[in-house]
């Protein structure tokens, strides 16, 4: 029988993790499961969310990284509410999200398109010309152009230039 | 008191009918607001997973300019931008180096800083704190339409340490559209994600999640869903007949934003609350006014 290679423990993750002020509360878990049994997605998930955090306490940062279960989260905040330890699991899941992407795992398209949106025009969305027609039909004020220079300073000190590679 | 008014990128862009229901029923009430729409994006949960200080810092530098504009609150239609201003607030008095490290780099990019001091309030609440007044200039009332109302978790749960509603049995809503005679109905799924968030990332996952809530809407006996969200709104609404191509199943569920009804409840026409943008037909529901 072939042996699968066991995942690199990084015993340095959970450390990492507990730099800030989201992640200290990870230390707190009991592993209770009522952020899996609460969450609309779990059913779905590679790995649950009761189970990335003892994960992270392992230091199985690959596996997590990689699973798709960081990315299925739907964000609704129901495993932080009903938490009976105070882990505020849903924003830990987003900075996986950022570790993830730093460490050059691939992350889905949209995730780039809206950086970019934000980027060019200060903005997540923008405006198509029949919206714009739309719009000023329904005598709704005209959405002004934002100057980017703002949202490109702040873009430029933080992670979203290096997704853009524009930096 | 005056309002800075803040619709959010996907209301002016893709849900006109929120931003034009608003400004019909804040305008019948008599709610002042001054608009604040020349400033960025809110820094939502996408951002927030590319990098927190940059959301925090769209957040920050929003309440700033309203601060600027010589105002002590914002409304927001979107309840992903009524957290992402929340969690500002919140984070901000929780962790002051935090705080401190998206000020300093406000600071040096936009010249601003938030010392904090601006009420957040979704739409929701401001409406809800004028009930009474709300009630008085009630001419039209929706005769007993059973409606399933879903507020959405941006909303209700945007923060552990603020709470707008009860976060395991929100009513704010329900008592809103209450007030026009509208019969709320209980249904297990309403604390539920309608999976909006995941859609750009896991679509067939999103899609079962809104089919999971439309089915449970439906099965309580449900003539209509209420939503307070625009993301909520395009996934129940605009979503639906793709929802039902893939399951093959009809669920035929209208479905309105809680400003459209009262709206129309404050004698606003279909038109004027941007009925006819709704892609499930709201026919049904028109029937039930008087």
Redo the contacts between chains.
Sequence with gaps: MMRTPSPKVDKTFFEQMKDSHIGRTLSYCYQCGTCSSSCPVAEEMDIKPHQIVELIKMGLKDPILQSKAIWQCSTCYMCTERCPQGVQLTSVILSLRDIAMREGVPIPGAVKESCKNLYDTGRLLTLSQFQKERRAKLQLPDMPQIDTSLTKELANKTRVADILKVK | MKYGYYPG??V???M?QY??SA?GVLGKLGIEIV?I?????CG???????????AS??SA?ILALTKKLGLNAIVTLCPECFSSFTKINT?FK??V??AEEVNH?LA???GLQYEGGVEVKHLLQVLYDRSDDLSENIVRKFNRLKAAVHPG??FT??S?SYYPDD??NPKMLDQLVENLGIESVYWPLK???C?A??L???RD??L??AA?KLSSAKASGAECIVTACPYCQMQFDQNQSIIEKRLEEKFEVPTVLFTQLIGLGLGLSPEEV?LDMNRVSPDTILKFMK
Excluded: N
């Design positions: 990128c996907y002016q862009t893709r006109l931003d034009l400004r608009e729409s020349d400033a960025p994006c939502p949960a996408v951002i927030k997973s590319v990098d927190q200080y940059m810092g769209l530098h984070s929780d962790d180096k935090f780099m040096s990019t936009a978790c941006h749960r945007s552990t976060p395991e604390l539920w994600c999976g968030p995941t750009s990332f896991d996952l999103s079962k999640l999971k941007g």
